[in-house]
């Protein structure tokens, strides 16, 4: 069977070698799209567990990952205690300092910190390296070009127009295309299914170098409390995902290793047009927003030199199918691009190849009904309504409000050693943002009865 994968980003990369990996030889795999980015930025630096485990699981990453990127101890979000005042520093930090129990080890990882639940990937690095990989492989074919036009023929047999480097034209057949030409979106516009919903993003982000990580501890933290007795270990939280929330918008701050091996750090400022006023353009408008926020971000800032800057504006949107009994896919970028507050961006991909994997599995067999294609093809409502949620939460309203209660459950919490005692905070927690979400119509639905005892 002949799939072309349509494009030559981070998602097409995996992609191609996870099919190799599990298909071998049944399929013919074709990987077409230009030899390098044109400049266009990288960005997603920090991966979840689901992605971790599918680059380590389905690809053999994580010695890899072991040597050449750093470890990430879960996501951490800054609530400021008192938003309208610059000089206070007082935090609600809410994270996740210790290790889950049943977590895999990774061969020859020495840090005291044990099993790293995920990673902080220098993205330049990484999709230099999957490049090698996929090279490497001779199995996969690779054309370089762009696809300027795909005629999709109904159950497959599709014809692909392909425009090379040097401008020769060429056609390529495949049995099945899967569109993961990022924000190009090839199919997702030749086939109308491009949605641009309300609640917008703008984001602003750069790169950062020499700079004092030391100053990232300058806060006033209200917990996780250190350690208890008896305890096992404690994370370094440098490790992680940091996230300043404000009014309307939130900035991250991803540590790196850059190629020397020194600290490098990416730092973003996302905002929501209908909440937040300003416009965020440069360095000096970061500054300005930061310091009147979180000057702990200004002086870590600061304190380095600014290695590159970028800006997309207005960049969210979703489709409304990504799968068809056609035989046609749209994976990553292609398909969605969410408020990155979860890190969840490579996560919605790497789910999509395990999905892509059953329904070629199953056509290889014979056994593919249409049924199938539409429900996992339907599962993207549930991304959808993920996406959602990362609105809600970042919402101007919901900021405050959440902030206000996280603050209060968190610090309540931080005093409790039992687990008892924490498990019953995280469940008014669960209370709150259900009844808050509900509001919008699409909390979880628990029963009442479940409350009332
Ligand atoms: C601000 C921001 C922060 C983010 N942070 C995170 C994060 O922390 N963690 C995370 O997991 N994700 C994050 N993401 C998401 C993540 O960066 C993206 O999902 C991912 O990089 C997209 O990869 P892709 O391969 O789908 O697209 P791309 O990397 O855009 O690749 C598209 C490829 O298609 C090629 N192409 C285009 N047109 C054609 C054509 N006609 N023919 C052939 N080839 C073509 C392009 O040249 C390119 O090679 C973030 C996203 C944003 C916007």
């Known amino acids: 069977m002949k799939i072309a994968l349509i494009g030559n980003g981070i998602q097409a990369n995996l992609g191609a070698l996870y099919l190799r990996n599990r298909f071998g030889d049944k399929l013919h795999i074709t990987r077409i799209g230009p030899a390098d980015r044109g400049g266009l930025p990288v960005v997603g630096e920090s991966i979840i567990e689901i992605t971790t485990h599918f680059m380590e699981g389905h690809l053999g990453l994580a010695t890899y990952f072991r040597d050449n990127h750093l470890p990430k ?98 056609t390529v057949e495949a049995d099945w295309v899967i569109d993961l030409t990022g924000r190009k979106q090839l199919l997702g516009r030749k086939l109308n299914l491009v949605v641009k919903p309300d609640g917008q993003r703008d984001c602003f982000w750069f790169r950062l170098k020499g700079f004092d990580r030391e100053l990232l501890k300058n806060i006033n933290a209200l917990g996780p409390m250190p350690a208890g007795p008896g305890e096992e270990y404690h994370y370094e939280r440098y490790y992680s995902t940091h996230h300043f929330m404000g009014r309307g918008f939130w900035i991250w701050n991803i540590p790196m290793k850059d190629v020397d091996g020194s600290d490098m750090m990416s730092i973003g400022f996302t905002s929501h047009p209908d909440y937040f006023e300003g416009n965020v353009k440069n360095i000096d408008d970061f500054l300005m927003y930061t310091d009147q926020s979180h000057r702990v971000v200004s002086d870590l800032v600061r304190s380095g030199t600014v290695d590159d800057t970028n800006m997309m ?76 949620l990362i609105l809600h939460l970042t919402s101007s309203k919901h900021a405050t409000s959440w902030a206000k209660f996280v603050r209060n459950i968190l610090s309540i919490w931080a005093r409790k050693r039992s687990i008892a005692g924490r498990w019953k905070c995280w469940m008014i927690f669960v209370v709150f943002m259900n009844r808050e979400q509900r509001e919008d119509g699409f909390g979880m639905n628990i029963p009442g009865r479940f409350w009332k005892k």
């Open 73 to 170: 101890y879960a996501l951490t979000y800054y609530f400021k205690i008192d938003p309208d005042n610059p000089e206070d520093r007082t935090y609600s930090v809410h994270c996740n300092e210790r290790a889950p129990d049943d977590l895999r080890t990774v061969p020859g990882w020495t840090s005291p910190m044990n099993q790293p639940p995920s990673w902080l990937l220098n993205r330049e690095v990484f999709d230099r390296d999957l490049h090698r990989m996929v090279d490497d492989q001779p199995a996969i074919h690779q054309i370089i070009g762009l696809v300027k036009d795909v005629e999709i023929r109904p159950g497959g047999q599709h014809l692909l127009t392909v425009q090379g480097e040097d401008g020769t034209m060429q």
């Open 313 to 388: 504006k207005r960049y969210h949107y979703v489709v409304k199918q990504v799968y068809s009994p056609d035989r046609w896919a749209i994976v990553g970028d292609a398909a969605y691009a969410p408020d990155p507050l979860f890190s969840n961006g490579l996560a919605f991909g790497v789910i999509q190849w395990d999905q892509i994997g059953e329904m070629l599995m199953r056509d290889l067999e014979g056994r593919l009904d249409d049924q199938y294609v539409h429900t996992l093809s339907d599962a993207l409502r549930i991304h959808r309504s993920h996406i959602r």
